[in-house]
DNA sequence: CCGCAAATAT
DNA sequence: CATATTTGCG
């Protein structure tokens, strides 16, 4: 039930479930836009379903081989055309912050510096679609008030690398934080004037390959030419269907449910020592743009 | 638009 | 019940 898995770690390693990959055609059932129309997700803790009233007709008359990906047909925008978006209208659902989403995150603020890191530039900085300037902002704020509580408090047991000068982040301690803490905290940036004055505040490392992908997407999509046959929603966790429940086809792969070490078992806390990871390029899988979903962009 | 606080859902 | 995420206000 938790939201995050209790071996987080273990996809660390694997960084990207490549759900290209991973996650074969399964649920072409739905497109994204009549998910997205039909408010997937739980009214309520437990409770039956109630029977969602049908609101948009899936409009798919079309004989299209299959758009998995999420992808919309016109690109029309900000045309007087009088066109219903209804996606951009839609309440959309919990956002999940995954690592990978919560990593990009943390690398989109570190390489901004503090000074820059607003929610707006962040956003446009991690160029994840479907993210959006509230969920930034929201998490943004608790991630300002995780970092100061780790500088307020440094005697404790956990002995997060105060200085973060090598950048060894310590573990962290199960009880005390959950996303923050779980996640790398790279490198350091906690501050300006006790982390490290050397970094300027400007240096642009980080490539967002954009608008780019969308525009070609878009029209090769709309020119009937699929620029690849799939496309990842890699963050699309929304509400399972209500009773139903369609877990993430793509979780389970290689992280297996090795024999669990029970409470008991002297489990170090062998966290696997983040290395400056960087961005994309690792071998076996490409990585791609991180995409959460089709909505409008930025 | 950003930051913070409260509310709600999970 | 605690935490995460969302929503509203300054």
Do not use: C
């Not at 969308?214 to 929603?233: K, L």
């Not at 966290?271 to 961005?279: A, F, K, N, T």
Request: hydrophobic share 35%; aromatic share 6%.
């Amino acid at each position: 039930m938790r939201e995050e898995d209790s071996n987080w770690f273990a996809r660390w390693e694997e960084e990207l479930p490549a759900p290209e990959e991973l996650m074969p055609l399964s649920q072409t059932l739905i497109t994204p836009d009549l998910a997205l129309a039909f408010d997937i997700r739980n009214p309520n803790s437990s409770q039956p379903p109630p029977p969602p009233p049908p609101q948009q007709q899936p409009q798919l008359p079309n004989s299209s081989s299959q758009h998995n990906s999420a992808e919309f047909d016109s690109a029309d925008l900000g045309g007087a055309g009088g066109g219903d978006e209804p996606a951009r209208t839609l309440k959309r659902p919990r956002l999940v912050w995954t690592p990978q989403l919560h990593k990009r995150f943390v690398d989109a603020v570190a390489h901004l510096g503090i000074k820059n890191a607003v929610p707006k530039t962040i956003m446009q900085l991690m160029s994840v679609d479907g993210l959006t300037r509230e969920n930034v902002a929201s998490h943004l704020q608790k991630y300002r008030l995780y970092l100061k509580r780790m500088q307020g408090l440094s005697g404790g047991g956990g002995g997060v690398g105060g200085g973060a000068g090598g950048g060894l982040t310590s573990p962290a301690d199960p009880a005390t934080e959950h996303l923050f803490a779980s996640s790398p905290v790279p490198p350091h940036f906690l501050h300006p004037g006790a982390g490290r004055p050397n970094s300027s505040d400007h240096f642009v490392p980080y490539v967002p390959v954009a608008a780019l992908h969308h525009q070609h997407m878009a029209a090769a999509a709309a020119a009937g030419v699929g620029v690849h046959p799939y496309h990842h929603r890699q963050v699309g966790h929304f509400g399972s269907s209500p009773g139903g429940q369609f877990e993430h086809p793509f979780l389970s792969s290689r992280q297996s449910q090795a024999p669990v070490h029970r409470m008991g078992t002297p489990m170090h806390n062998a966290v696997p020592g983040y290395v400056e990871d960087l961005e994309s390029g690792t071998a076996a899988g490409a990585r791609k743009v991180l995409t959460l979903f089709p909505t409008g962009d930025d």
